[in-house]
């Protein structure tokens, strides 16, 4: 990713229009336990989905390769979830809120 030109998506429309739309998910995590955004996590595992990864070990080692590229197309100072927090995350997501 060195030679590819920096992406500012926080700066896209359709970026923004992205994450308006996952704003709307319903956060049912306990409120006094959250370390990540839920629009963090989900376009976390939507970009490691479309890179490959298949399950929450995969897309964990794929977000903490990347974790500078991450960092800044979410403005963050530092993300790596790890693979039990993706599977604890899946397991509390309804699947039908994603029928936009």
Request: charged share 25%; with cysteine.
């Given at each position: 990713?060195?030679?590819?030109?920096?992406?500012?998506?926080?700066?896209?429309?359709?970026?923004?229009?992205?994450?308006?739309?996952?704003?709307a998910?319903?956060d049912?995590?306990?409120?006094?336990?959250?370390?990540?955004?839920?629009?963090?996590?989900l376009?976390?595992?939507?970009?490691?989905t479309?890179?490959?990864?298949?399950?929450?070990?995969?897309?964990?080692?794929?977000?903490?390769?990347?974790?500078e590229?991450?960092?800044d197309?979410?403005?963050?100072?530092?993300?790596?979830?790890?693979?039990n927090?993706?599977?604890?995350?899946?397991e509390?997501?309804?699947?039908?809120?994603?029928?936009?």
């Amino acid at each position: 990713m060195k030679n590819v030109a920096a992406i500012k998506l926080h700066d896209s429309k359709k970026f923004t229009t992205f994450l308006e739309s996952l704003d709307a998910v319903n956060d049912l995590r306990n409120k006094h336990a959250i370390e990540y955004h839920l629009t963090d996590l989900l376009v976390i595992m939507v970009f490691t989905t479309l890179c490959g990864a298949n399950n929450p070990t995969e897309m964990a080692e794929y977000c903490q390769d990347r974790v500078e590229w991450f960092s800044d197309i979410l403005c963050l100072k530092s993300i790596k979830p790890s693979h039990n927090t993706f599977l604890r995350f899946l397991e509390m997501i309804n699947p039908s809120e994603f029928e936009f």
